[in-house]
């Protein structure tokens, strides 16, 4: 329980330990709701980042294209200089076996 200027307070329960970290955590957001402010200021952070997501979905719709866009060409400009045997077949079969690797890797850490 908290008493009147919000620090927690003894009962006097010997079988309570300390609060622990949720418990302060749940303590201090009940302080903070209860001023008129706080409130204010969640709803405009809310509001705020409600006008975020659709310029976060355009810059990541963005740069999937622009990275595919990179990746098409440069595989069409390795095909072409193994097709014109500026570079080997063995070297060309590596470039795009890497790329092909580079794309379906596993990307979990």
């Known amino acids: 329980m908290l008493d009147e200027e919000g620090h927690p307070q003894d009962d006097g329960n010997p079988q309570e330990g300390p609060a622990s970290g949720f418990n302060e955590l ?14 204010e200021a969640i709803a405009e952070l809310i509001k705020k980042y ?3 997501i ?7 719709r963005t740069a999937f294209f622009l990275g595919h866009g990179v990746t098409f060409f ?3 400009a ?3 200089l193994g097709y014109l045997k500026v570079i080997s077949g063995e070297t060309t079969g590596v470039i795009l076996a ?7 890797r596993d990307r979990r850490n």
């Open 26 to 39: 749940c303590y201090s957001i009940g302080e903070a709701v209860r001023h008129g402010k706080t409130i």
């Open 54 to 60: 659709p310029k976060q979905r355009r810059a990541m």
């Open 74 to 76: 440069v595989v069409i």
């Open 50 to 52: 409600g006008e975020e």
């Open 98 to 104: 890497a790329i092909v690797g580079h794309l379906y």
């Open 78 to 80: 390795v095909g072409v």
